[in-house]
């Protein structure tokens, strides 16, 4: 039976000005590709987990920018267009994950968002920094860590389109991948069947790198990944 990959949804103004909630498409592409189905989880449902008890896995997906509130802090006007919407939908499924130990996947907001809601906290502006992040396609330089988990080569080029990062890592997280201006770029979880990378693999599906992160996460959620099933 095909396992159901369950990803979270994002919101956007049609040309009535009425709310949308949607999924990209190049999100869902390379996961039926590995031959898995897949679900857009919203916050319709009055039972979020009820829907979630369907789900094999996760995928969190890109997306604006969290409310600085949900790591105690202060938005400065640096964080726009927030959505609490999205951030009590990326809570949910992320502590559902954790306790169900299910697998997840976290894409550049996702990234984000599985760090802020198990314990750890954002840059809010990276141009605050001096650093550039945002509108690179395919140049941005990637230091790798060795790991059980997932095989990136020792340095890998990626596409960047974000303005936040991690500040403080959440406990439990191990660092895999850093941008040589020292910010975080991918993490795995230390016990747990956790992914998450703060670039765009769906964006460049046929790239070495994107082909091993869902790869990868194919196995997780097949449940053939060892680390994960010692």
Known sequence: MRK???????????????????VNTRYVKPLTERGMNTMMLTLDNPSPEEMF??????????????????????NTGLSKDIHPSLDLLDSLVI??????KKPLLGICRGLQSINV??????????????????NIPGNHKINT?????????????????????????????????KQTDGIIEAVVHESLPIIAVQWHPEMRPSSPESKIIFDTFATMVKGINKPFNK
Do not use: W
């Open 95 to 100: 502590k559902y994950a954790k306790t169900t």
């Open 117 to 134: 809601f198990l314990g750890g906290t954002l840059y809010q502006d990276l141009a605050q920094l001096g650093l550039k992040h945002s």
């Open 53 to 74: 008890n369907l789900c094999d896995a996760f995928v969190v997906t890109g997306g604006v920018d969290s409310d600085p509130m949900t790591y105690k802090d202060v």
């Open 4 to 22: 159901l990959v369950c990803l979270t949804s994002r919101t956007m103004l049609d040309e009535l000005s009425q709310e949308k909630q949607f």
């Open 145 to 177: 860590v060795e790991n059980d988990v997932i095989k990136f080569e020792s340095e890998i080029a990626v596409n960047s389109y974000h303005h936040q990062g991690i500040k403080k890592l959440a406990t439990g997280l191990k660092v895999i991948g």
